[in-house]
């Protein structure tokens, strides 16, 4: 069946160190992995993607990291700082009918940055 | 740069009433996503419309019901309220059907049933 999972439900770190969120998917034909992150009493927020034709990518102090051969996605976010505090989820892009797309989620990290 | 607007922010209501979820997607994005997430909980996908016509269904109950219109607009009818559907609705919008486009979400509603 189709589901994504978080390995660890929370996290803390300093401030100034660097983390890193794992994910694990089961739908070996999926195609596209978002992270999200999401604040206290708001939207999730897109963070960073990746295509399955890539095993890296990286943007603005986050890098993702993808391993087809055991299915596994990682966020990683450099020197990280206080606004990082927040849940971070993985998503999987799922095909449903007639080409729509619809997100599955994972299960969420809360990351904590500790002063 | 505007983002997907949802309206209300907060809503309660008692057991067996109605409500009514507006979200207006980001502009010249045409497909339209809702998600429920229960506390504690991540995003399950509810129903997704393009164009106007309903484009994917997930675990939506059947007291449930949306729509989208010709602005684009989506809205999402909620009756027969129970206590269980307490939890925060978002709309995401993403701008073609495709299998690569990434969705964008809106702040949500917080639902309250009592």
């Known amino acids: 069946g189709e589901s994504v999972g978080l390995h660890l439900p929370t996290l803390s770190v300093q401030e100034g160190d660097n983390s890193i969120i794992n994910c694990a998917y089961s739908?070996?034909?999926?195609?596209?992995f978002i992270w999200y992150k999401q604040e206290s009493g708001k939207g999730p927020q897109f963070i960073i993607d990746i295509r399955s034709n890539m095993d890296k990518r990286q943007g603005q102090r986050v890098t993702v990291l993808l391993n087809k051969t055991v299915k596994h996605l990682s966020l990683q976010i450099a020197a990280t700082q206080p606004g990082d505090s927040a849940v971070y989820f993985c998503a999987e892009n799922i095909k449903g009918n007639q080409g729509a797309q619809k997100l599955v989620f994972g299960q969420g990290t809360r990351l904590t940055i500790n002063p | 740069a505007a983002g997907v607007i949802q309206s209300p922010r907060h809503l309660i209501k008692e057991k067996r009433e109605t409500a009514t979820l507006k979200c207006y997607p980001i502009p010249r994005h045409d497909t339209v996503y809702w998600y429920q997430q229960g506390p504690g909980q991540d995003p399950q996908f509810l129903i997704s419309f393009y164009e106007k016509m309903q484009s994917d269904k997930g675990s939506i109950p059947d007291r449930f019901s949306a729509q989208q219109f010709s602005d684009y607009h989506s809205e999402l009818n909620m009756s027969s309220l129970e206590l269980g559907d307490s939890a925060l609705y978002f709309c995401a919008s993403s701008p073609v059907l495709a299998s690569t486009d990434t969705q964008y979400f809106g702040p949500g509603t917080r639902l309250t049933v009592l």
């Open positions: 739908n070996s034909a999926s195609d596209y």
